[in-house]
């Protein structure tokens, strides 16, 4: 596969990016009902104006800090790896030819969806992981009780979760998160995270 792939239409196809120090692009390409094996970091890999229609998205490195915002469009994906960080969708003041979208996608094979959030999206046809992940969704609604919440969490990995969810513009329609990382950071047992991440409002498990 080239380095960069401009203007092209692939069907049907197992499409796999992989990238030296040069890095991939994918630059007002459409995938229609197509594999695509992802073996680039994000620091590598630059997408712009490229839709995603009908596709299964294996990344097989972990995809961290990846903002699928630049007119990017999944339609219908089911996404497997680890993707820790990113962001879906796109934020109000985005150019209308800048904006991404997410529709209809399915992330309950993902290994990791830690941190990641959706922006300005329908929830409604967004599937999710389960427990040990967790979903802060109504965030404005729920924004003054995580506040409250928030000093009675454990400092380190926990507590600094509900504040940085509660500081979330109005445009986050939900924010995922790992309780497998709370458990590292704070040495709580798993049961011992589900009895704190149960008080938490607006939060599905």
Sequence with gaps: MPEDIRNA?????????????????????????CVIVGRV?????CVLKT??????????????????KTSTVFDGCTFHGRFIGNMFGHRKGT??????????CDFRQVSDLDGTSFENCDMSGIQLP?????????????????????????????????????????????????????MKKTGL????VLAYVKQIPGVVF
């Design 9 to 33: 239409v692939f069907e049907n196809q197992t499409v796999e990016l992989a990238a030296d120090d040069t890095g991939v692009g994918l630059i007002d390409c459409t995938f229609r009902h």
């Design 41 to 45: 970091s994000s620091r590598n890999l």
């Design 51 to 68: 839709r995603f229609e009908n596709c299964e998205i294996r990344w097989k490195v972990p995809l961290i800090n990846q903002k699928w």
């Design 95 to 104: 150019g209308k030819d800048e904006a991404g979208e997410i529709m209809n």
């Design 130 to 182: 389960m427990w040990p992940h967790f979903t802060f969704t109504d965030i404005q609604k729920h924004k003054e009780a995580l506040l409250r919440l928030a000093p009675s969490f454990p400092l380190i990995g926990f507590r600094s979760i509900l504040e940085i969810v509660a500081g979330e513009p109005p445009d986050t329609r939900a924010v995922v998160w790992s309780a497998k990382y709370i």
């Design 189 to 192: 047992s798993e049961d011992e």
